[in-house]
């Protein structure tokens, strides 16, 4: 299958082009510079992979929590291509890339995902992994306090092994929280398109795959990403 993965949630740009067997990635972490950074990108990948867009199958979009313009940039990429080369988005928590990578990289069977949302606050997720080693969300993503105590066990009584994301960088006294955290923080901080392939093409086969003008980043704190009352006077 043909996919083109795009993620500007984080202080990391990434692009991943997969067509048939070949992968190839353009991942940098320049916080602030994705809107001049991304569609060179993309265009280099698709230029050494010599493909246009009209040879794809569909767009696997790392649809956040993140950045508020990060999340609209790489929505507003993937629309565009979308409708003009007729395709269909799948789009993935850009947390779940991070679980994605972590599993693929380090042993355990839980990781609780953290990135930062600013005001004293992160993004939250906790996956466990399936049998082909996948990421399989645990609950919804939430906006937590770094002072809370962190979740550190479901229904199961299975405990939270792995700690991934830039949340626990930014946030180092949330690690001293009682959560289980047996393996300890690993270093992959932000999503790499890469990693968005394989959940995309899981996406498309459960039939997740949606028309570009019903994509809606996930925000998670939507006060902050509504238009102002005062706006639409």
Request: charged share 20%.
């Amino acid at each position: 299958m043909n996919l083109l993965a795009l993620d500007t949630s984080s202080n990391a740009c990434s692009v991943a082009l997969q067509i048939d067997e070949k992968i190839r990635v353009a991942h940098v972490v320049k916080p602030r510079e994705h809107t001049a950074l991304l569609l060179p990108m993309i265009e280099k990948c698709m230029s050494e992979a010599r493909v246009s867009f009209t040879d794809l199958d569909g767009i696997v979009l790392g649809n956040g929590p993140g950045s508020f313009i990060g999340m609209r940039i790489a929505a507003s990429v993937a629309q565009g291509i979308a409708f003009a080369a007729g395709l269909h988005i799948v789009p993935i928590s850009s947390l779940a890339a991070i679980a994605a990578e972590t599993f693929s990289s380090h042993d355990g069977d839980r990781v609780l995902v953290a990135q930062d949302a600013h005001r004293n606050e992160v993004y939250l997720a906790i996956f466990g992994r399936d049998d082909d080693g996948m990421p399989v969300a645990d609950g919804e993503v939430c906006l937590h306090k770094v002072t809370a105590e962190l979740p550190g066990f479901d229904d199961s009584g299975k405990g939270i092994r792995l700690a991934a994301g830039a949340g626990w960088q930014r946030y180092p006294e949330m690690m001293e929280s009682d959560a289980g955290l047996g393996a300890g923080q690993v270093d992959i901080l932000y999503p790499n398109a890469r990693h968005l392939l394989g959940l995309g093409l899981k996406g498309w086969a459960a039939g997740d795959a949606i028309t570009p003008d019903e994509v809606v980043p996930e925000y998670v704190r939507m006060t902050v990403a509504a238009i102002p009352e005062s706006a639409h006077k």
